[in-house]
């Protein structure tokens, strides 16, 4: 018993010991979690949010008075990535604040790049989030720091 004590305290105290701290990157907007020592640039609106390694990123792309019918929606997320999936890969849900939140997951085999996107509509608003990540490095931590950042999202309004 006394053993067993000792190894959840243990595994506790080490979980604890290498957890990742992380800032919150502000927007009027959004925000989103990003984990500490990695970078984030704003090109043009467009925010990136990457490890110093650069091995993938983050990026978040926010459009506001487009006129994209809720119907296209899922046509759209298939030609950012010129993909030949059907339509039906694309998830959709109700989401937060009244947005539907699309979901995609597509791997670029040409690239060998994973892309995880999704996309919150509402009226004439639309979120873009999506990550891409080299092949080699989608596993352990990147993964793990990847989803949480991704996952991190927040829309504000």
Known sequence: MMKKILFFSALLTGSLF???KA???EN???SITIPEGWKSTNDS???NI????QIGAVTISEYHDLALPKEEVKKFILALY????EEKKVKEKKSQKGYTEYLYEHFDEKEKLFWITKAFQKD????????NCGQKFWNGNYMTLFNETFNSFKIKK
């Open 124 to 131: 004439k608003n639309l979120y873009l989030v999506s990550i």
């Open 45 to 47: 609106e467009i925010i």
């Open 82 to 85: 010129q993909s030949k999936d």
């Open 23 to 25: 800032k919150v990157y």
């Open 28 to 30: 009027p907007n959004y």
């Open 18 to 20: 290498f957890a990742q």
């Open 50 to 53: 990457f490890p110093t390694s």
